[in-house]
């Protein structure tokens, strides 16, 4: 009797660290931060802003395409 009860002790120890193992391999991975962008003024009017998000043209990048327009008049 003692026997089986130690046997059933020892199974549940087991069953449990492995489950244990198994709960601790399906954590989520980390969040992603974003890395940093560089940074460029508008030709027209000097706002700062992301390269990914400004608009190239013939004399710089732009905030807007009303300043692209508006420095492309002026500059000929």
Same mark, same amino acid.
């Given at each position: 009797?003692?026997?089986?009860?130690?046997?059933?002790?020892?199974?549940?120890?087991?069953?449990? =660290?492995?489950?244990? $193992? +198994?709960? &601790?391999?399906?954590?989520?991975?980390?969040?992603?931060?974003?890395?940093?962008?560089?940074?460029?003024?508008?030709?027209?009017?000097?706002?700062?802003?992301?390269?990914?998000? =400004?608009?190239?043209? $013939? +004399?710089? &990048?732009?905030?807007?395409?009303?300043?692209?327009?508006?420095?492309?008049?002026?500059?000929?």
């Amino acid at each position: 009797m003692k026997f089986l009860l130690l046997l059933i002790v020892i199974a549940a120890v087991i069953w449990l =660290a492995r489950g244990a $193992r +198994g709960r &601790v391999a399906q954590k989520p991975p980390p969040p992603r931060v974003p890395l940093p962008e560089d940074m460029v003024a508008c030709a027209e009017c000097g706002v700062h802003l992301p390269r990914s998000e =400004a608009l190239p043209g $013939r +004399g710089g &990048v732009f905030c807007t395409s009303e300043h692209r327009d508006a420095f492309e008049r002026a500059h000929p």
